[in-house]
C-alpha cells in the first residue's frame, strides 16, 4: 500500500487539499497529514470545512510541532509528499530547510531520502523573490505545481477546475485517478 504524507500550509485553496484527501481515501493510500496554524486560519475563512473534517480524511495525523512524529524520520519510508496549498511561508521554510514545523521538517526529510516532493505553490501574483524560491526548491528536488487551470478539457464547474490540478497531484504521485480528460480526449 502506498504512503503519502500530505501537507496543508496556509495559502488559499484549502478545496484542493480536501480533495487530494478524499482521492487518496478512494483509492486506497495510507495518509499522513499534517496541517499548519495558517491552514486552519484559511479554511475557516474560505469553507465550510473544519480541520476535524479534514482529518477525517486521512489515516494518520499529526499535530505541527511534534518533531517526533514518524514523518520527521527517514527511515519512515513514505512514497512522497504533497504540500498543497503551499504558501510562501512553507515553500521558503522548505527551500532553505528551515525546518521549525513538521510540516517543513518532513519536506525536508522527504527530499533528503530522495522522494517525490510536490509543491502547490499558491500566489500570485510572483515577485522575483518568490521565483528564486521556487527555483531553489526545484533545485534541491521539489517538484512545483501551481494550481493553474487548463482550459482545453472546457470546465464548467468549480470541482472541474479544482480535479484538473488535483488529477496532476495525482499523476506525479503514479496514481491514475481519472479526475479529467487528458489533452487529445476530446478531438
Known amino acids: 500500500m502506498k504512503k503519502i504524507i500530505v501537507g496543508v500550509s496556509g495559502a488559499t485553496g484549502t478545496i484542493y487539499a480536501v480533495r487530494v484527501l478524499e482521492v487518496l481515501r478512494q483509492v486506497k493510500v495510507e495518509t499522513h497529514l499534517v496541517i499548519s496554524e495558517g ?62 514545523n513538521l510540516l517543513v521538517r518532513a519536506a525536508d526529510v522527504t527530499l533528503k531520502e530522495k522522494r517525490k516532493l510536490i509543491l502547490v505553490v499558491r500566489e500570485t501574483p510572483l515577485h522575483l523573490g518568490h521565483l528564486k524560491l521556487m527555483v531553489r526548491a526545484a533545485e534541491i528536488g521539489s517538484l512545483i505545481l501551481p494550481p493553474m487551470p487548463a482550459f482545453y478539457n472546457k470546465p464548467e464547474t468549480i470541482d472541474d477546475i479544482v480535479n484538473q490540478t488535483v488529477g496532476k497531484i495525482m499523476d506525479l504521485l503514479g496514481i491514475d485517478a481519472k479526475l479529467f480528460k487528458r489533452w487529445g480526449a476530446r478531438c
Open 39 to 100: 491552514a486552519v486560519l484559511t479554511m475557516n475563512l474560505e469553507t465550510e470545512y473544519n480541520p476535524e473534517m479534514l482529518k477525517s480524511l486521512a489515516s494518520f495525523t499529526y499535530d505541527i510541532n511534534n518533531l517526533g512524529a514518524p514523518i520527521a524520520s527517514g527511515s519512515f519510508v513514505t512514497d512522497g509528499m504533497v504540500v498543497v496549498p503551499c504558501s510562501i511561508k512553507s515553500l521558503s521554510a522548505i527551500a532553505n530547510s528551515y525546518n521549525d
